[in-house]
């Protein structure tokens, strides 16, 4: 696989195997999550974004071919706004195709490495909360309402969650912290 021009190379693996079994690398188990919790574990991630971004050394690479702390929270910022507007989509139409999002392009696009650290942060959290809130809207008759990927992958606004929450999560340990 080619490098983006960010030296990043993209990851296109399939992660929707962790709604059927924990992720060995973070410890994720959708299976242990429940939707209703989704809002309060999508705010207290936020809260610990937001804590990763004051670090000093936030735009700093571990690696030239890993991301930074500061382009990890401006994936975490951009897949709350996606998911959004996926859950959204689910909640309002019947079985909705979602658009493809090709987030190394949208990396590189946007130059998440240079973004101002205090910026992303306000603005992760503020679509955090924004989520949570339409999360917090479900209801046991519209929590099975399907989404489909645009690769084919099914969701219902459930397992959407739960993907949802795998990658903030996820990245999370990515940065460092346990």
Partial sequence: M????????PDTKDWTWVLERPCPD??????????????D?????ATTWARVLERGDVA???EPDVWSALEYGCHVRDVH????????????EDEPTFANWDQDATAVAADYGNQDPAAVSAALVEAAGHVA?????????TKDRPGVRSNGDRFTVASLG???LHDVVHHL????VR
């Fill in 60 to 62: 700093e690479r571990p």
């Fill in 162 to 164: 739960a993907y949802h």
């Fill in 41 to 45: 574990l999508l705010h207290d991630t």
């Fill in 2 to 9: 080619t490098a983006t021009p960010d030296g990043i190379v």
């Fill in 133 to 141: 809130e339409v999360y917090a809207s479900v209801t046991d008759a």
């Fill in 26 to 39: 973070c410890g994720f188990d959708a299976s242990a999550q429940r939707l209703d919790d989704l809002p």
């Fill in 81 to 92: 706004v996606l998911f959004a507007e996926r859950l959204r989509s689910m909640l309002e």
């Fill in 173 to 176: 340990r990515d940065v460092g």
